[in-house]
């Protein structure tokens, strides 16, 4: 069979299995396995097979997952969440829409200690949503904010799908994690001045008149751990202490402390922690084993390479490609999760990038490539038709119907798509905070 076609062939048979509700880690496995036994034959393929799950489960770059998944899930269960909020609303209360707007803040500063995306919209929503509707916000900016703001949670770092990326790639985490600073919090701001466009241009979606917080210091002492724990984390990675890993175990253990001294950690909440760590940990290496077959199958057929070739022979403008591939994964978003896309995707277009000329160094241009994926698989978590957090957050809405969230979302939306234009057309922001680092 042509090499193509039989590509074409393994992708086609992934998308009829999710078509039928296959999980995405089964629709990619049995894909994969297709394609390397048509290729291959059957005991290739269980040689390949017998050592796969031992050589992804004993990576210990990996480890840095669950720990970081660990500490989202303690910063949830010991009220962290709750004391952030206030502290957020108290602080942008002075404007209209301030409270949307804190929600907002309180979504990036749990998005430093948490690295989900789904934790921290649904985290950050059991606290703001109640208050939000009762100082008069509409359905619409109610949830098209927390969705919205969930984002920040992958955005900023620590962030799951970029330890991903940096391992798929090989590059270095902690340097990822400085070039997702930046832009982080541009996002975070960028959020922030939509929702004060939005109020002034559509009426009745805010309250005139808000009942403002007042910023104490009570408030202050609650967001006292939340700054204690990413200065110790980061503060130790970037200072040579320790590594992202280490820096992950150092975080997930102060995060414990700090939901202790909060007294809000029963021992049925730290059950639940390590219970829910295990599910979602589980969920990622199972969608790593499928993607790794599915992947190893695409190899044998050398189309990656074959189309790494292509587009150079092509004479395309470097953001011309980078436009089309951030493209493609606007649109996969609609039928995939970050991680999968991420873990399906970059194998294939990282060797098309890397053979490119931007203007930067070969690491440059894998962090700056790295951080334009990120953004553009936040916009997938708010788009439509699927847009998970949309989802998520409009689950615990219960009287708000699906299409006034997605109305929500669109003023966010906007503001992803002019961030994702001024990163790609001006790397050197991204880049700005790994000249810091040696």
Known sequence: M?????????????????VVRVPIAGAMFLAGTAGFVLQTGYQPYL?????????????????????????????????????????????????????????????????????????TAATITGVALPEMKRHGYSGRLSTGTLAAGGTLGILIPPSVPLVIYAILTQQNIAKLFAAAMLPGIIAMLGYMVAIA???????????????????????????????????VVFGGIYGGLFTPTEGAAVGAASTFLAALLKRELTWSKFLHCFHATALSTAMIFLIFMGADVMNAALARTQVPGYLAELVVSMNLTPLLVVSGILLL????????????????????????????????TPEHTAIWFGIMVLMTVGFGMLAPPVGLNVYVVNGMAKDVPLSESYKGVMPFLISDTLRTLLLLFFPGISLFLIQYLT
């Open 47 to 119: 040689n390949f097979l017998n050592n796969l799950a031992f050589a992804r489960l004993a990576n210990y770059d990996l480890s840095v997952i669950p720990l970081f998944i660990l500490m989202g899930h303690f910063a949830t269960q010991g009220g962290i969440s709750k004391a952030l909020f206030q502290f957020a609303a108290a602080v942008m209360g002075r404007f209209k829409g301030g409270l949307a707007m804190g929600a907002v803040l309180a979504s990036g500063a749990f998005g430093a200690i948490c690295g989900s995306s789904v934790a």
């Open 197 to 231: 466009i939005y109020v002034r241009l559509v009426p009745g979606q805010a309250p005139d008149q808000e009942e403002r917080e007042r910023l104490t210091f009570q408030s202050l002492q609650g967001i006292l751990p939340i700054a204690v724990i990413f200065v």
């Open 329 to 360: 994964y606007v649109v996969l978003g609609a039928v995939m999760d970050e991680l999968s896309m991420l873990l399906l995707t970059i194998p294939i277009f990282f060797p098309i990038i890397m053979k490119l000329d931007f203007g930067m």
């Open 2 to 18: 042509n090499p193509i076609a039989l590509a074409l062939m393994i992708f086609g048979i992934m998308l009829l299995l999710m």
